[in-house]
């Protein structure tokens, strides 16, 4: 990932540095994850594990459920353009459990 991250940076500024085109420019793990970083590139790891805890959950949730009601009364959103859905499952993008996202 990070070899083929850095090949298409290389490849879009200009493909005739590659080694495949006649370049100087081999491109190893080492040299990808330097350019990477010298890119403001950083691989960061999803974790699935809740870190926070919220105290007062249950008072949170009804807040949020009558915030909810009172926006669908309102705008008189009918019940079936509602939707319940968990995208718990669904990837953003990447597939690896890593991604490379530009710092700051």
């Known amino acids: 990932m990070t070899a083929a991250a850095a090949t298409a940076i290389v490849r879009k500024t200009d493909r005739n540095l590659l080694a495949d085109n006649g370049g100087p420019i ?61 995208h718990t499952g669904i990837s953003k993008g990447c597939q690896s459990r890593g991604s490379h996202f530009e710092l700051g």
Request: aromatic share 14%; glycine share 4%; hydrophobic share 45%.
């Open 26 to 86: 081999i491109i190893t793990t080492g040299w990808a994850k330097s350019v990477l970083y010298r890119l403001n590139f950083v691989k960061r790891r999803g974790s699935s594990a809740a870190k926070i805890t919220v105290s007062n959950f249950e008072e949170l949730k009804q807040q949020y459920l009558f915030d909810f009601k009172s926006v669908v009364v309102m705008d008189e959103i009918p019940p079936q353009l509602i939707f319940n859905w968990d």
